[in-house]
Structure formats: structure tokens, C-alpha cells
């Protein structure tokens, strides 16, 4: 069995997908250490936050957002697998539909965090 | 004989809650605070200043949803990290499932400690 | 006149007996347009060489024979046509992860002991004699496992699946998409005995959901899907179990 994902496109798609668990891991480091510092006071929290705005954070959080990304994309794909099937007005819905509903509920959360953030 | 019940729905549970959180909220987050507000692009800077950030932690829902982000991404990376082990061929059992499981919930004890010092 | 082709077959051939490993032999196949990959080997076997060995019976994606594993993707060699391999070669082996018996014919006895403990039958609530009458179902219920129920024990999703090939424990995706079946038969009454097939470790919990089962399924039963709805099944019952009386939980 040694290797074995690397025998099918398949199989690789699928270690990727089990991959961006430590991209998803080190973003909690980040915001845990971030909350930390919040709580002991405005320095430490400006200092956390100044180490964000330096151009090697700014990269890494790049390949954080593709990770994240990548993994909401095969969340959604994975999702019909998950559960009894979709009913939409008698008709089962196709996997492809749950999929995009879910991509919307992102899309439209995404959007909701956005405006909480910037104007709440 | 019956098979033995595996615990498995307890870290299957985390892991789930976690992954479709980060699904939702992932990519808008790692967006928001380490791409455009430390670049001040599209999100002023002073959306993430130390009084706002502080005054949202103090809200109970703030308080919440921060530890919720933290802890359940922390215990959707452990719990895939965990099995891309096994998957790759390094069976460690009980170390690894140690490791993985006890670095998210040490995650979930101090993102807990640190929003209470923050206090209300 | 018919177009005749030939194709370069190679297929695994093993005698435990005689060979000290398996090995790869080569055959050049003459094929025509409709030629199916079960047709070349009964071709080899015919005109080349009569002692390969290879289970087969209807011909048409019924029986569920015939799986092989052909350029390495677990398929029916029945469905699976010369035409789409040419010019190139076809490589058929016997299915992945099961012990080889002789060349293409594995030992399926691991399966079929699962298959017997998840209790593949109807198990009804109170034994009715035959005057009283069917069991009667509406569509909405023949819908809830009739896609579960199209299994052939092919024995494609076994392959198909790395933690199967990692962990043999593993009940697998045919055995839990069966159980599925019965469990959510409304004429079913036998799912307390079967859920703790589910709730253990060797059950849905050895499953990652990598889904390749449900791809190459020729049946569409979508295992995938049978044994990722009874995490869901098994996670209630487990945190249920302390709410929720012993044997009234449908």
C-alpha cells in the first residue's frame, strides 16, 4: 500500500483535500496567539498586529487563503455524500445542487462577515 | 459477540463542526485579517484597532464566535491529521492520537483563558 | 466484412503452487469494434492459452464476476471495451486487495463473512403468517433504499478503497451500503441488531470519505453515501443512547 495515493488522480485530489488540515490548523495559531495578546493589553495586541502587516505574513496568509479555499470547495463537494438526499419540491436534488447551495451559504456569509466587520 | 462502540462520534462531531465552520467562515477570515486590513485595502486598518477588537471580544456572541474558530478548527486539523498518518502508512496509535487531539484541546483551554482575562 | 484489430493484453497470471510470484504475460488479441475486455481473455483462454483462470458468468453487468482491475481501475471486464484501450495496452489484474486463488480469481471469503453478519435479509418486527397479507410499501419508501439495494457484490468498491486495502477490518463500502438497505426498508425492524456493525471502529469510522468507491461502483449504488449517512446514524445513537430507551429507536 506504500504510495498508493500517488497511483490515481483521484487519490491525490484527496490527499490535497486531507492536506489543507494544516493550513486550517496553523490560521487557528495565528488568531489563538492573536487573542492572546489581545488579553494582555494594547501593546501586545499592536505588536501582534504589526507582525500581520509584514510582507512574509502577508504571503503566508495568501497560501492560507487558497488552502481555505480549497478546502471549502471540496467540503461542499463531499457534502452530498454525507447526507440522505435533497428533496426540492419532490424532485431529488443532484449533487452538484447541494454543492452550489453551499458555495452560496459561503459566498453569503463571507459577505455578512465583511459588512460586520467593517461597519458594525 | 457484539464489536466493540468506537468514541470515534465525539472527535468525528468536532471534526465536522469545525470543517463546515471553516467552510463558511474560513477564507472571508483569513482574508480579512491577514490580506486586506494589514494591507489597508478595501478595510481600513483601524477596523482590527486594539478598542474594536477588545470591545467585540468583551460581547458575549464576540467571545463565542472567536472560540468557536479557534477551537473547532483546531479539532478538524487534528482529527484529518490524525488519519492522513494512517493513510500515509506511519500507524502511531495512541502517541499520535495523543498529540493531535491534546494540542487542540490545549488550543481550546487557552483560547478559553484568554477571553475570560479579557473579561466582559 | 468485420474490422479486426489486434491489441496487446497483458494480464497477471499467478499458480500459487507452481509460481513464486505473480507475473505479467503478454498476448496479442485480435479484436473487433464490440469486443468487451472479458472478450479477450476468453479469447486468450480459447485460442492462446486454456489455463488462465478468471470467474465470469452473464456477460451484461448483472452478476458482478467479472471485476478485475484493468489499466489499474477496478471495472467489470464485461463493461469495459477493447476499443478504448487501442492502440495502447491493456494491463488486467486481479482486484486490489484481496489474496489471489489463481491468475484473475481472488478469494472473496472476507467479504462474504462480512456480508453474512450485517444480516442482509428483511428481519420484520413480528413474524406474519402468509394469509395476513404483504407488507405493503409506498414509493416514497421503496425510494429510501432502492439505489442501496442494486448492489452486485461486484466487489469494485473493496478495491477501490485505500482504507479497506490499509485496514481489512474494515467492513467496506458494499457490506455497510447493504446493511444501509435493510436498515432503512420500512418492512425492517432489525436495525438495533445491526448498529453495532456501525458504531465500531472496523465500522463507518474506518471510512475518511475518499469517495472513489461510489466512482467506480457500475451500479450506482453510491456505497460513499451509505456509509457517510450512518456516521450520521451512529453519532445520534451514540450520544442519543443515554436519552433514548434501549430498542425503540428506529
Redesign the interface.
Known amino acids: 500500500m506504500a504510495g498508493w495515493w500517488r497511483r490515481n488522480p483521484f487519490f491525490v485530489r484527496y490527499m490535497l483535500r486531507e492536506l489543507t488540515a494544516p493550513f486550517v490548523a496553523i490560521y487557528a495559531v495565528i488568531l489563538l496567539v492573536g487573542l492572546v495578546r489581545l488579553a494582555q493589553g494594547e501593546a501586545a495586541y499592536d505588536a501582534w498586529f504589526a507582525a500581520l502587516t509584514h510582507p512574509a505574513s502577508i504571503a503566508i496568509h495568501w497560501l492560507l487563503l487558497v488552502a481555505l479555499i480549497y478546502h471549502s470547495v471540496t467540503l461542499w463537494q463531499v457534502m452530498p455524500k454525507t447526507m440522505p438526499p435533497l428533496k426540492v419540491a419532490g424532485h431529488t436534488l443532484p449533487e452538484l445542487g447541494v454543492t452550489a447551495l453551499g458555495l452560496l451559504a459561503t459566498l453569503t456569509v463571507s459577505v455578512v462577515v465583511y459588512a460586520l466587520v467593517r461597519w458594525l | 459477540m ?5 468514541n ?3 472527535f ?2 468536532l471534526f465536522g463542526a ?3 465552520l ?14 486586506i ?3 489597508g485595502l478595501w ?1 481600513p ?1 483601524a ?2 484597532s ?1 478598542e474594536r ?2 470591545t467585540g ?1 468583551q460581547h458575549w456572541a464576540g467571545k463565542l464566535f ?1 472560540l468557536a ?2 477551537s473547532l ?2 479539532w ?3 482529527h ?2 490524525f ?2 498518518l ?4 506511519i500507524h502511531a496509535g495512541t502517541g499520535a492520537k495523543l498529540l493531535c487531539y491534546g494540542s487542540a484541546l490545549l ?1 481550546t483551554v ?2 478559553a483563558a ?2 475570560l ?2 473579561g466582559f | 466484412m468485420v474490422e479486426t484489430r489486434t491489441i496487446e493484453m497483458e494480464v497477471l497470471r499467478y499458480h500459487p503452487e507452481r509460481d513464486a510470484e505473480p507475473h505479467l504475460q503478454s498476448y496479442q488479441v485480435p479484436f473487433t469494434h464490440d469486443m468487451s475486455v472479458l472478450q479477450g481473455l476468453q479469447y486468450v483462454k480459447d485460442h492462446l492459452d486454456g489455463s488462465l483462470t478468471f470467474r465470469w458468468s452473464c456477460r451484461m453487468a448483472i452478476c458482478g464476476s467479472c471485476g478485475h482491475m484493468v489499466n489499474g481501475v477496478p471495472q467489470l471486464s464485461c463493461h469495459t471495451f477493447l476499443r478504448d484501450y487501442f492502440p495502447g495496452k491493456v494491463r488486467v489484474e486481479p482486484l486490489n486487495h484481496f489474496p489471489i486463488l489463481r491468475d484473475l480469481a481472488v478469494d472473496q471469503t472476507d467479504f462474504l463473512k462480512k456480508l453474512e453478519s450485517i444480516k442482509p435479509y428483511i428481519i420484520p418486527a413480528e413474524n406474519k403468517p402468509v394469509e395476513s397479507g404483504e407488507f405493503l410499501q409506498t414509493p416514497a419508501q421503496l425510494d429510501r433504499f432502492y439505489q442501496f439495494s442494486q448492489c452486485i457484490n461486484c466487489l469494485l468498491c473493496y478495491s477501490a478503497c485505500p482504507q479497506y486495502g490499509l485496514n481489512s477490518e474494515f467492513i467496506g463500502p458494499a457490506a455497510m451500503a447493504l446493511l444501509h438497505r435493510y436498515n432503512a426498508d420500512s418492512r425492517d425492524a432489525g436495525r438495533a441488531e445491526r448498529m453495532p456493525i456501525v458504531n465500531a471502529e472496523e465500522g463507518v469510522w474506518s471510512c475518511t470519505l475518499v469517495g472513489y468507491c461510489s466512482e467506480v461502483c457500475p451500479k450506482g449504488v453510491n456505497p460513499a453515501n451509505a456509509v457517510n449517512q450512518n456516521k450520521v446514524n451512529s453519532a445520534l445513537d451514540y450520544f442519543l443512547r443515554f436519552v433514548t430507551p434501549r430498542g425503540t429507536g428506529r
Do not use: C, Q
Open positions: 457484539n464489536p466493540k462502540r468506537s470515534a462520534p465525539i468525528w462531531a469545525g470543517g463546515a471553516a467552510a463558511l467562515v474560513g477564507p472571508i477570515l483569513v482574508l480579512i485579517t491577514g490580506i486590513t494589514p494591507v478595510m486598518r477596523a482590527l486594539y477588537v477588545l471580544a472567536l474558530v479557534v478548527f483546531l478538524h486539523a487534528a484529518r491529521i488519519h492522513v494512517h493513510d500515509v502508512g488550543g487557552i483560547a484568554a477571553l482575562a479579557i
